[in-house]
């Protein structure tokens, strides 16, 4: 098959990034032919997508859309596949093209203005579809900017409209958790359009098991941001009434607010503010932890943080907030708490820092289930036949 990407960056910079990236090097390697049509570089790791992607087509400050025609007409894709992609005018030339669709759902971009349904103020999730109170409610028309400059910036209605009418055209929807798949259907998709295809983490090393050691080590490794509820995990942590270690890996523009709540909740010499670390330092927690805390409060796609840990046969303690119940079950490879419930928390992580062959067998059971859910090469060969079907059904009705 000829496939032709389509992302909004090129090179590596985070979880989209580094998911179409892996999934395009196998793809090359079973023998199939790769295009990318991409918006700026990154600056990371460039040279291994240039050897991944032989064919690039380079987005330009304006006339997207015939850049996107042109990119079609000269690589010739049997499948288009979608990744992040803000640009409605390239969607727009990629649906009108013909050309058998299919669309990676990384987050909540698609259907909510904001991104991430979740209101910052009031830390609720917001369960309802887009539509007028996006507006006049949520106010998700003025919404903070992240590319310097204003702080501020205007996000369009009509805009966030277009988006979801285009992108019900598209032959597939992928997305990672059945959270995902009912906010594309409460959405107006076609429920017959949607796969789930969870990613697949990193391999873990089969040799490298915690200590569960006394230390009773509890480790947070993530974005320090309002929506991970690094703050709520404190709280809960400041109603443990056991010895206990913990470890905030991350950074992020709630840190500095953290480490003043850590102090003032008595905390301090207890929880360590690491920062961002090597992935190989990891290890050296993972020897020692004896429970791994995600306290996202918005609704998180799936928290691939979860499945990394599980390949080290860690037990994980979270909120149920979006897509983690697809792989959290609670009392077999962790405990699933209520949201926001802090005493529950608390206690659900000192049972796995009191109790520590009920510790070492949970994360046992996690190790288990990722590896016979979440295989690579099982999903690899999920997506081709997927774009098979697309490229089979297209052919049909044109004929």
Known sequence: MKI??????????????ANAHITATELGLRGHSLGILHGPSTGKNEPAWNTTFPNR?????????DVARAALKE???DVIYVHKMADLNVIEALVESGVPLVRMVHDHDIYCMRSYKYDYFSREICTRAVGPHCVFSCLASV????????????VSYSDKKREVALNRR??????????MRDELLNNGFDGNR??????????GDPNLRSSFSDRNLIMYAGQIIRGKGVDVLLESLALLDTKFECVILGDGNHREYCEALSQKLGLADRVKFKGFIPQEELKTY?????????SSLWPEPIATIGLEVMRYALPVVAFDAGGIKDWLLDGHNGYLVPWMDRPKFAARLKELLTNKPLARQLGENGLQLVSERYDFNGYIGDLETMFQGVI????ALRN
């Open 286 to 294: 993972y020897r020692e932890c004896s429970a791994v805390a995600l």
């Open 57 to 65: 087509f380079p987005l330009q400050c304006k006339d997207n859309a």
């Open 194 to 203: 949607i796969e789930i295809h969870a990613p697949v983490p990193r391999m």
């Open 4 to 17: 032709l990407f389509v992302h909004e960056r090129f090179g590596a910079l985070a979880g989209a990034e």
């Open 392 to 395: 089979r059904e297209q052919q």
């Open 75 to 77: 690589f010739g894709p």
């Open 143 to 154: 919404a903070r900017n992240h590319n310097g400059g204003f702080p501020l910036k205007w």
């Open 170 to 179: 598209f032959h597939r929807m992928v997305v990672v958790t059945r959270y």
